[in-house]
């Protein structure tokens, strides 16, 4: 039959037809099937539509899953809003003949190497817990990964070190929730500061260096004693100003002010000369 409608309903309000004679351009109309400002992709010749023309009335499709009807697909006319799969155990989406997406349980799977993107705007990812991940992250294009301000990248089970980039700035010994607590010691803060903290009562912060395959300690914070360390495991420590050497060590010698590092004086003369001399050596004056 070409282009006979079947038609369901006292007012024909469901319209089933197969289109054999011509195509129908993208929201293009048609009598008794498509109405209104219509949105749709057009069809070719020889397509079936399925249509309503009940102002906001449904299309729900059901099977029958050993005597209960289950939906599987429906059409909400009111809010314009499709579901999928409402009645079912298992959503599946495959093309090319392989499963590509899976839904069972709880459990949302790609079933291999996916690309999630947007062609404008911004992905956002909000869910009312937390976002648990089970293997590495790695970011391949674009600028890396951006915290917005006031924002915490936390490790560990208890939040026990934060980070945070602290828009409004600190006043000395001032808290910040979840990164400087109790009765702490600070100098402050300016706006837009960037701030590395630790909770866990004792605990250390340690960096390190890797030379040769070997990880070597710059920097140790230890909590249980309030110390600092630098340059544990370098052969070398300076501390500079302006571009400038002030204190150079080796591990066998200190210097100042650029002076290369020498051994600490020894037999030094109890006299203007040998302590002149001796601080030469160090750097401390000049000859």
């Known amino acids: 039959m070409k282009n006979i409608p079947i038609l369901m309903g006292v007012t024909s309000d469901i319209t089933g037809i197969r289109i054999t004679s011509g195509a129908i351009a993208a929201d293009g109309e048609l009598a008794g099937v498509i109405e209104g400002t ?3 992709q057009g069809v070719a010749a020889g397509s079936i539509i399925i249509s309503n023309i009940l102002d906001d009335s449904d299309i729900m499709m059901l099977i029958s899953d050993a005597g209960d009807s289950k939906e599987f697909l429906r059409a909400d ?3 314009a809003k499709l579901s999928l799969g409402w009645g079912m155990t298992t959503l599946e ?6 499963t590509r ?3 069972t349980a709880g459990a949302f799977a790609f079933q291999e190497a996916t690309t999630i993107s947007t062609s404008t705007g911004n992905l956002t990812i909000q869910p009312t817990g937390l976002i648990e991940l089970a293997s590495e992250i790695q970011i391949t294009h674009g600028n890396g990964v951006r915290i917005n301000d006031n924002i915490f990248l936390r490790m560990g089970g208890g939040s026990d070190v934060a980070l945070t980039l602290n828009s409004a700035g600190l006043a000395a010994d001032e808290e910040l929730l979840n990164i400087i607590e109790g009765v702490s010691n600070h100098q402050g803060t300016a706006a837009n500061s960037l701030i590395i903290g630790n909770r ?3 605990s250390d912060i340690i960096m390190l260096i890797s ?3 070997n990880s070597l300690e710059f920097l140790r914070a230890d909590g249980d004693v309030a110390t600092v360390d630098l340059g544990f495991g370098m052969l070398i420590t300076k501390f500079m100003a302006a571009s400038t050497v002030l204190i150079e060590g080796n591990g066998t010698g200190l210097g100042f002010f650029a002076t290369t590092p020498a051994a600490q004086p020894t037999g030094v003369a109890v006299s203007a000369a040998g302590i002149h001399a001796a601080l030469v050596t160090l750097g401390l004056i000049t000859a």
């Open 93 to 98: 989406i495959g093309l090319g003949g392989t």
């Open 101 to 103: 997406l899976l839904y």
């Open 38 to 40: 219509s949105e749709h």
């Open 211 to 213: 030379d040769g395959g």
């Open 200 to 202: 866990t009562d004792d």
């Open 77 to 79: 006319g009111d809010v």
